[in-house]
């Protein structure tokens, strides 16, 4: 089953993606909310909390995928809250099942590091919208930070989790560059290949949880 999922992932997304790098928008409007909606499939019925608040995220981040296909900067703004609770969601469901390791000594400090070089990067194209940045920043951290916690915990799938909450922040990490402070090049395939990539791996520790 999931392997059927995964591969009709594989489809909508790259479709998605062309649609939005060669502008062609009735095929992102369309396979881009599809595309999240196949993440369900995933996940199945959530028997487990973890699973429940997974299924929560997906939701919020199905309003931010809608959000973003306006092109208005209260779009944005829209998207970026509807992300940021789904990031909200995720911590918590990470936290649930987080065990102390000594990694997170270095997990953590990357982290903190990466957001403080990113910030710095946007915060002269953010002006104006630099207090939701910084909030945003924040909260996808912690949830990359509390995913890798997971690890050697009760969490069967729990790399996935870490590895798919990393790929989610160099996702929206590249989004943030393009839009605050340059340009990037086939930018789509970054904003949404690799985000769709990191919540399939979180999608699969929700399937699989216990």
Do not use: C
Request: aromatic share 12%.
């Amino acid at each position: 089953m999931h392997l059927l999922t995964i591969a009709a992932l594989w489809v909508t997304s790259t479709l998605a993606i062309v649609g939005a790098d060669k502008k062609i928008r009735w095929l992102e409007v369309v396979f881009k909310p599809l595309t999240t909606l196949l993440f369900f499939v995933i996940i199945g019925w959530p028997e487990t909390t973890f699973a429940r608040w997974v299924t929560a995220g997906i939701v919020f981040s199905l309003v931010g995928d809608v959000a973003l296909l306006g092109n208005t900067n209260r779009a944005f703004l829209i998207g970026l809250g509807a992300f940021l609770l789904a990031h909200v969601t995720y911590i918590i469901a990470f936290l649930g099942v987080a065990v102390w390791s000594p990694h997170l000594l270095l997990v953590a400090p990357i982290m903190l590091a990466s957001t403080l070089l990113l910030l710095r990067a946007i915060w002269k194209g953010a002006a104006g919208t630099r207090a939701p940045a910084i909030a945003y920043a924040v909260a996808i951290s912690v949830m990359v930070v509390s995913a890798w916690a997971t690890i050697r915990g009760p969490l069967a799938m729990a790399p996935f989790a870490a590895v798919g909450a990393t790929l989610f922040y160099v996702s929206d990490s590249s989004l943030a560059l393009s839009h605050f402070r340059k340009p990037i090049p086939h930018i789509p395939l970054l904003a949404m290949g690799v985000y769709w990539l990191g919540q399939l791996g979180i999608a699969i520790a929700a399937s699989a949880s216990f």
